[in-house]
């Protein structure tokens, strides 16, 4: 699957901040953890702060604070927050979408798509923090995580 940049910085901050909800964080500080853009940052954190998924603390050392529950927020609710997982309209106008075989390739692929959004509405905050922390301490052994992202979502 194939994500925008900034959803996958909102990801990566909402991870950040999550994994100590009463540390602050600033914007400049997730930016250069990540090597992402100040100004591409703050439009993220904006959109997760309107979620209610982070607040703003300004001031003298002021910053972003995690304000979701790592437990019930998936990776599906920060995604639709920056992604269109919605069905697109424009494929029923391609060529060859009404003949039999256009409609057997699209019943694959929102067979894809649905396969898609459940195993993304099934990973919590709490289990990609448990990821991450795993990745960490197995940072060397190829396909660890990989494998503990396939039990999570039932295929292993």
């Known amino acids: 699957m194939k994500l925008q940049i900034a959803t996958r910085i909102a990801l990566y ?13 600033s914007a400049g500080d997730i930016a250069e953890r990540f090597g992402v853009s100040g100004n591409h940052l703050s439009k993220v954190l904006r959109t997760l702060g309107r979620a209610g998924l982070v607040e703003a603390l300004r001031g003298a050392g002021g910053g972003y604070r ?8 998936t990776l599906l609710d920060v995604i639709r927050l ?3 997982l919605e069905p697109d309209v424009q494929e029923s106008r391609d060529p060859g979408s009404v003949t039999p075989e256009g409609r057997a390739l699209r019943i694959v692929l929102d067979e894809i798509d649905d396969t898609a959004r459940a195993t ?6 709490a289990t990609m923090m448990k990821l991450v922390q795993q990745e960490l ?10 494998r503990a992202v396939a039990r999570v979502a039932g295929r292993e």
Do not use: C, M
């Open 120 to 125: 993304l509405s099934s990973i919590t905050l």
């Open 82 to 84: 920056f992604e269109d």
């Open 137 to 146: 301490r197995q940072g060397d052994e190829p396909g660890a995580v990989r």
């Open 13 to 25: 901050a909402i991870l950040d901040l999550a994994a100590d909800p009463e540390r602050q964080l």
């Open 66 to 73: 995690f304000r979701g529950n790592a437990k019930r927020v």
